[in-house]
């Protein structure tokens, strides 16, 4: 998480691969994703806790903006590694990328 967002690098990427006639196209019911059936991980590391519940979740625009891209494209279940926390403190960091290092190793063939 940069500054409560993506960094400019991945939004550059976005803007490359929202790409209408390829990646989605519109219709009479509104935009319709073309890149459906493909398998998206994402790796998140944040400083503090902005997930569900938390009090700086308003401000998490990052996993929110990624899944909302990701379905417009018609990719509807990406998957999100989170490590969160990995500035709070030391026992924090090594928590959150012992969890997400887990979750990575934990997730199935493709």
Do not use: C
Not at 49 to 68: C, F, K, N, Q, V
């Amino acid at each position: 998480m940069y500054n409560f967002t993506i960094p400019s690098q991945l939004k550059a990427w976005i803007d490359r691969i929202l790409v209408a006639g390829k990646t989605f196209k519109y219709d009479a019911n509104g935009p319709q994703g073309l890149a459906g059936n493909k398998r998206v991980i994402v790796a998140i590391s944040r400083g503090g806790y902005y997930g569900a519940g938390t009090p700086a979740a308003s401000m998490e625009h990052l996993e929110t903006y990624l899944r909302g891209v990701f379905a417009f494209i018609g990719i509807t279940s990406p998957e999100f590694i989170i490590a969160d926390g990995i500035q709070v403190g030391p026992e924090h960091r090594e928590k959150a990328l012992a969890g997400a290092l887990q979750a990575a190793t934990s997730l199935r063939a493709a």
